[in-house]
């Protein structure tokens, strides 16, 4: 059931559904997650970080409204541009609609990025702990694989064994590394592990 929305926002208790997709991947690599609109920025970093696969080698900002949030850097205090602290933004109140956009960049030098879509404001269902993962499509590209292209151009070699850098591309990622992989239940594991 949709919570209704009053005009000082969502209930304080609401649950947000999330949409995370990578930006310019083909077929899209996403996945759809359910969060409090309490949780801090901070801690949707880590939840994108769970959900999606990643881990956490990379600086990363979200940018809302032409806002940068990130984790504060004190090496990077000279920096042109003034980012608010990601600690002290709270998801319902940097997106509180249904509808609302915005994007969280991973790795500035491969430059993965993701659309949120805020697509559902709900009220919380009794006994589920959150966050959870409800579904999603594709495996996370490995670490370091140069951005969408770079994993684009790693797929085409990986499907063709008589590239000179198949052996070496495929040492890198492993021989399990599956592109269409996704695992629902290893997904809500993680997380589950995040809450604890």
């Known amino acids: ?36 609109g ?14 999606m696969g990643w881990e956490d080698y990379h600086l990363h900002q979200f940018s809302i409204g032409g806002v940068i949030y990130g984790a504060p850097e004190p090496d990077l205090d000279d920096l042109a541009f003034e980012m608010k602290d ?16 915005f994007t969280y960049q991973y790795d500035f030098g491969d430059g993965w990025d993701h659309t949120i879509l805020v697509e559902k404001i709900l009220e919380p269902e009794p006994g589920v702990q959150y966050p959870r993962c409800l579904a999603g499509r594709r495996a996370c590209p490995p670490e370091d694989s140069g951005g969408v292209w770079g994993y684009d151009e790693l797929i085409q070699t990986l499907k063709n064994p008589s590239d000179p850098e198949y052996a070496e591309m495929r040492e890198w990622v492993g021989d399990d590394f599956d592109p269409e992989a996704f695992s629902l239940d290893d997904v809500n594991a993680d997380l589950a592990a995040l809450r604890g």
């Open 86 to 101: 990601e600690r002290r933004a709270r998801l319902d109140k940097v997106a509180p609609e249904v509808g609302s956009k």
């Open 1 to 36: 059931m949709e919570t209704r929305q009053t005009s000082s926002g969502p209930a304080n208790n609401a649950i947000y559904q999330l949409k995370i997709t990578l930006w310019g991947s083909k077929p899209p690599i996403w996945r759809r997650v359910q969060t409090p």
């Open 38 to 51: 309490s949780t801090t920025l901070a801690g949707l970093h880590h939840i994108i970080q769970v959900a």
